[in-house]
């Protein structure tokens, strides 16, 4: 399971290192394959291949017809690319999904739990000044929490 913040770098040819706490998980599952995709254009989500199959097995179920699954369908395959983790555990990040969320440098990794998350920086560090938690955040929380025991 992924979790946590570890900050990395992109380089010039928009190539992710891993970073090495990641990077334990991933080889521990013998994993190689990711699919590397967005929802937004904001942040990219480097998901394991397995794991990404589960997703695409959950959408399997719902009707290509739901206008929800079509267009989560057209983003992720729009931003998405299947790709291999080379010898120095870099991921290449899809050339329209670096130009439109600014991967380019300084880039933050986020465990999401089953996938990565990838955001510019310094634009998530003003996102998140901007989106503090507030009362009525707490208190949502404290219910969604108390709810599940």
């Not at 997703?55 to 992720?76: G, H, I, W």
């Not at 729009?78 to 899809?94: F, N, S």
């Not at 130009?99 to 089953?114: H, Q």
Request: glycine share 4%; charged share 25%; proline share 3%.
């Amino acid at each position: 399971m992924f979790r946590g913040n570890h900050p990395a770098k992109v380089d010039e040819k928009g190539r992710l290192k891993l970073p090495a706490a990641f990077k334990q998980l991933v080889d521990a599952a013998h994993v190689t394959q990711f699919y590397v995709t967005s929802v937004d254009g904001k942040s990219a989500e480097i998901w394991p291949l397995p794991e990404w199959e589960k997703r695409e097995e959950q959408l399997a179920t719902s009707s290509t017809m739901d206008d929800a699954v079509r267009k989560y369908l057209n983003l992720t395959s729009y931003y998405g690319q299947q790709v291999e983790m080379d010898a120095q555990a870099r991921i290449l990040l899809p050339q329209i999904l670096r130009g439109s969320a600014k991967l380019d440098a300084e880039v933050t990794v986020f465990g999401m739990r089953t996938y990565l998350e990838v955001h510019n920086r310094e634009a998530f560090e003003q996102n998140l000044a901007a989106n503090e938690l507030t009362a009525e955040d707490r208190k949502a929380m404290a219910a969604i929490l108390s709810q599940r025991g």
